[in-house]
């Protein structure tokens, strides 16, 4: 028996989802565009760039998601500074991630490829995900402390329904092609 079937799927889904919020939230500050700044394209997110888990949080949404649980504005400081210093760090973690693609490429390019240093790079590899996985986790941690249990339960249905709709999305047939 997994860990995972200790968890009722229902409830995995909704701690997944406010982890997924709150987490979002942490890596805001990385990827504001400063004022005056163009635009960046969209990202689709995940581990090696992008906000965190495909969420695609900005400031804007931050606030919409403090709104919806009616964060009093000390709240609001509190989780702008959680995210500030979580995206402050992730940014390093994301940038040391980007060196480790690099050496793969490298190793993956040579004419024989040394398996052991593949090896030794996958591993360095999971340590640095272990270690932004970490970061993500403190900063949900600090972020619960600062919501009350109403509110990460709205938070909780919010995603839980967001995840629900992005389901039906992906099981929906492709539109036929026009023409």
Request: net charge positive.
């Amino acid at each position: 028996m997994n860990s995972d079937s200790l968890i009722p799927r229902g409830l995995r889904g909704m701690i997944l989802g406010t982890a997924i919020a709150l987490a979002g939230g942490a890596s805001l500050t990385a990827w504001a565009v400063p004022e005056g700044a163009p635009a960046r394209p969209a990202a689709h997110g995940g581990p090696h760039g992008g906000p965190g888990f495909g969420w695609g949080a900005s400031p804007r949404q931050l606030e919409r998601l403090l709104d919806s649980v009616k964060a009093t504005d000390a709240q609001r400081s509190q989780i702008r500074q959680i995210a500030q210093a979580a995206a402050a760090d992730l940014k390093a973690q994301r940038e040391a991630g980007r060196d480790l693609r690099e050496q793969q490429a490298r190793l993956f390019t040579q004419p024989t490829v040394d398996a052991q240093a593949v090896e030794v790079l996958r591993q360095q590899m999971v340590a640095q995900h272990d270690q932004a996985s970490r970061r993500m986790s403190q900063a949900l941690l600090d972020a619960s402390r600062v919501l009350t249990v109403e509110q990460r339960v709205q938070l909780a249905e919010r995603m839980k329904a967001r995840h629900e709709r992005m389901e039906r999305h992906h099981r929906a047939p492709p539109p036929e092609p026009k023409g």
